[in-house]
């Protein structure tokens, strides 16, 4: 993987690229809030000299910074857009955990012509209609809550709560820990995403998947709501979107077996 550096308004996007010019799409992955680029460690092992794949760090997160906090969710789509033109990556088939799923919600309704495939791992719809006014409401004021919980519990409970694996628990204790004496910025970054959520799903737009799609939710998942949003967002056949229109492809949903 080569490193590279992309110059926004806002600060430095730091990501990092293998490319395969045989094979015409582009696997693009997309951690979550707060987490990098070494969340997809062991799939870019596996997928690099397969395919051209792409990870970042997310703006503001990790190596990415110095970076301002005004931007929002399409300027960081947009963003993903210009440094995949600027490479040369074409047909994305984007792999998004969580906020990096958002992310590619809003670039498929920015550039719908352009999503190849869509994967979706504990992501909800960004669709205004599954969210309460009282879920927005605390979205946005979440930046406190973790500016003002005591660290020590707060890297136990980021790291316990999003794995059960000794990898993966790990894995995002090293992440968490690299803010460890900077805990405003760990709050700011985290506060700052949550209110760009709100602000997304405040637009009320349609948000709609065109191409094919994969819905991942862990069985051990219960953060949030994404459970219930994923299997109430309206699918009645394979082929509909996440508002139940049809669309050229083909959306599956792996959900936790019922016991």
């Known amino acids: 993987m080569v490193e590279r550096e992309y110059r926004t308004r806002c600060g430095i996007i730091h990501y990092w690229t293998a490319k395969k010019k045989e094979l015409g799409v582009t696997l693009v992955f997309l951690p979550g809030l707060t987490a990098d680029h070494h969340l997809f460690?062991?799939?870019?092992?596996?997928?690099?000299?397969?395919?051209?794949?792409?990870?970042?760090?997310?703006?503001?997160?990790?190596?990415?910074?110095?970076?301002?906090?005004?931007?929002?969710?399409?300027?960081?789509?947009?963003?993903?857009?210009?440094?995949?033109?600027a490479e040369g990556m074409g047909n994305p088939i984007i792999i998004g955990q969580s906020m990096g799923g958002y992310v590619g919600q809003a670039y498929a309704q920015l550039f719908p012509e352009k999503l190849k495939?869509?994967?979706?791992?504990?992501?909800?719809?960004?669709?205004?209609?599954?969210?309460?006014?009282?879920?927005?409401?605390?979205?946005?004021?979440?930046?406190?809550?973790?500016?003002?919980?005591?660290?020590?519990?707060l890297l136990r409970s980021g790291s316990m709560g999003v794995a059960i694996s000794a990898y993966g628990r790990k894995l995002m204790y090293d992440t968490m820990k690299k803010y460890e004496g900077q805990q405003k910025r760990y709050a700011k970054l985290a506060g700052h995403g949550f209110r760009m959520l709100a602000e997304a799903m405040e637009r009320d737009l349609p948000y709609r998947i065109p191409c094919p799609a994969l819905l991942l939710c862990g069985e051990k998942d219960h953060a949030g709501s994404c459970i219930t949003d994923i299997t109430g967002h309206g699918i009645k056949t394979p082929d509909s979107d996440w508002n139940g229109s049809k669309t050229p492809g083909t959306i599956q949903i792996r959900m936790p077996r019922k016991r």
């Open 41 to 85: 460690d062991k799939q870019i092992a596996y997928f690099e000299g397969k395919y051209s794949v792409f990870v970042w760090d997310a703006p503001g997160h990790a190596v990415s910074w110095p970076f301002t906090f005004s931007f929002d969710l399409f300027d960081k789509a947009k963003w993903l857009n210009e440094i995949l033109d």
């Open 117 to 153: 495939g869509f994967v979706s791992i504990d992501s909800a719809p960004l669709q205004r209609k599954y969210v309460t006014a009282l879920e927005i409401w605390l979205l946005k004021r979440m930046e406190p809550v973790y500016r003002y919980y005591p660290w020590k519990w």
